[in-house]
């Protein structure tokens, strides 16, 4: 073993969920981010596409972390 305590079901199924909830919200935010970067560089606002690329890329960070926690979790 790895020296980490076993998991039941129940308690996998309750950090599963939780970790839903947080992609869902990231996602949502990358959209609204998405939506709002588009609407500032349509109307001129081009020093927004550079800090707007960096917040997508760390949100992309922390979804991509959680999927790596999901499959070290299972084994």
Do not use: E
């Amino acid at each position: 073993m790895n020296g980490r305590p076993r998991r039941s079901r129940s308690q996998r199924l309750t950090i599963v969920n939780a970790m839903l909830v947080f992609v869902i919200v990231i996602v949502v935010l990358q959209l609204w981010l998405l939506t709002a970067s588009v609407n500032a560089y349509l109307a001129g606002d081009r020093a927004i596409v550079l800090p707007a690329a960096a917040a997508s890329l760390a949100c992309f960070a922390l979804n991509a972390g959680l999927l790596r926690y999901l499959r070290g979790l299972d084994g």
